[in-house]
């Protein structure tokens, strides 16, 4: 466990909800709000210049069944020059709620 950041977030998440969420449940109409708590967990660790990064975070006690999970992994890394880093992670969802799978890919320049 050398070297290795633990970082964790907790937050309430205010959404109204999808129609097919509320068509589901016979919600009222109007009464469609729906109070998330949102959460994360990561683990990141420095791998010589590249930041190594491991997660999971969603929504939980959703009013509508609207609970979202995924798992994902990461690094973010300089590329071309110091001043620029690109970032790249996978992930996959653990409900059905969630979709399969994802993926982003970007760059970030400093000033």
Known sequence: IVDMNFHLNLGLHIRDVPTYATAASS???GNTQDDLLRYGFAVSRQFRSSLLLMEIHGDVLSRFDNNFAYVRGGIRT???????????SAGVGLNKESGSLEGSLGMTRGF
């Open 27 to 29: 919600a009222v109409p």
């Open 78 to 88: 300089p590329f071309l020059a110091p001043n620029w880093l690109l970032t790249a």
